[in-house]
């Protein structure tokens, strides 16, 4: 009876413990998780697709439990209906949450990105978003009449921080030029130990500035564990107890200015995920996994 009383305290233990850690979102105080959780191919592709939905807001809301609150979607997503899965997802949770979105490129005329993010606001079920994105570079739009589209919504309480997404420095300078009444907090961009590019410039630049680097696909879409890092992954797993996974998304957070936005819609993908936080290996094994 002993021995099921301590399992059944020990699963409790494990199902409710939080390890999050957290960082400073650019230069703006405002704490966010260093794991959150992604949305990319939840509610659909470039389609709507409603076959996932329950297992897809269970997962979200699993995620939020563990602290992973930092939530990023897209008006593109599932043709809308990733938002729609996340408001359903935070439904009574919008305090513990920080909901990021993103305009999508075709959307950044002054006009249309005032209409893209009433959308998004109608289809998250929210009065404000936290972070507004800038999907992707639009040379055709000038980026000082988005920007101004952006400061509009952030005079009219719409949206409460600016970011942009797959910007390169000279892109973000430009946007940072836009800016008047508000800073850029943050750059989405590709980044894991398979896309490892923006160490050139990107994650110098973003670190001087105080810029978020928001890295997306951190596990290389799934494939991190099976890549050329598969013997090492699996090694250093076993040393520290972990997963490779945990190991391929703690070498991204380790490093300055640095959060994950996994997506994982299988609940043990949501748990294994927020167990990347909250221990680090040692130098060594930094270097030795940043030097492949
Ligand atoms: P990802 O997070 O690197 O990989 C997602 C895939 O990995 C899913 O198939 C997921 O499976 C699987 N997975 C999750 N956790 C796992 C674990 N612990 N072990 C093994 N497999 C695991 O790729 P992503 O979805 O491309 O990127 C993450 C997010 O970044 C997106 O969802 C989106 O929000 C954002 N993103 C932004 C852009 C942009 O242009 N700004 C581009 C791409 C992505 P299950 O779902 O079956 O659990």
């Known amino acids: 009876l002993i021995n099921v009383a301590l399992y059944i305290k020990l699963n409790f233990i ?45 997962a979200l809301r699993r995620g939020i439990e563990l602290e992973m609150t930092f939530i990023d979607t897209a008006e593109i997503y599932g043709s809308g209906h990733a938002e729609e899965i996340v408001g359903k997802a935070i439904k009574g949770l919008r305090d513990k949450v920080f909901i990021a ?27 404000t978003i936290d972070l507004y994105q800038i999907h992707w570079p639009n040379p055709r739009i000038p980026i000082k009449e988005t920007m101004s589209a952006m400061e509009h919504l952030i ?44 160490e050139n410039d990107i994650l110098p630049f973003c670190q001087k500035e105080r810029i978020t680097v928001i890295a997306y696909s951190p596990l290389a879409k799934g494939a991190i564990a099976s890549s050329i890092y598969f013997n090492l992954l699996n090694k250093l797993a076993k040393k520290y107890d972990k997963t490779p996974a945990q190991i391929a998304l703690n070498w991204l957070i380790e490093k300055d200015c640095v ?27 930094y270097n030795l996994l940043s030097s492949i």
Do not use: C
């Not at 979105?101 to 209409?115: F, G, P, W």
């Not at 910007?167 to 896309?195: D, G, P």
């Not at 959060?259 to 221990?279: C, F, L």
């Open 259 to 285: 959060i994950a936005i996994p997506k994982a819609s299988r609940i043990e993908h949501v748990e294994e995920n927020a167990k990347a936080v909250g221990w680090r290996m040692s130098k060594e094994d």
């Open 14 to 58: 494990l199902k409710f413990s939080k390890n999050m850690e957290f960082k400073e979102l650019g230069k703006t105080k405002e704490k966010v998780a260093v794991i959150g959780q992604g949305t990319w191919r939840m509610g659909g592709g470039f389609e709507k697709d409603e076959s996932r939905d329950e297992d897809e807001v269970k």
């Open 155 to 198: 005079k009219k309480g719409k949206i409460r921080y600016v970011g942009v997404s797959n910007f390169s420095v000279k892109e973000m300078k430009e946007a940072i030029e836009a800016l008047s009444v508000t800073e850029l907090v943050s750059n989405q961009v590709r980044y894991s130990l398979l896309a490892r590019d923006i």
């Open 101 to 127: 979105t993103k305009v999508s490129s075709e959307h950044l005329r002054y006009d249309d990105v005032i209409k893209a993010a009433e959308g998004s606001l109608r289809r998250l079920n929210i009065s």
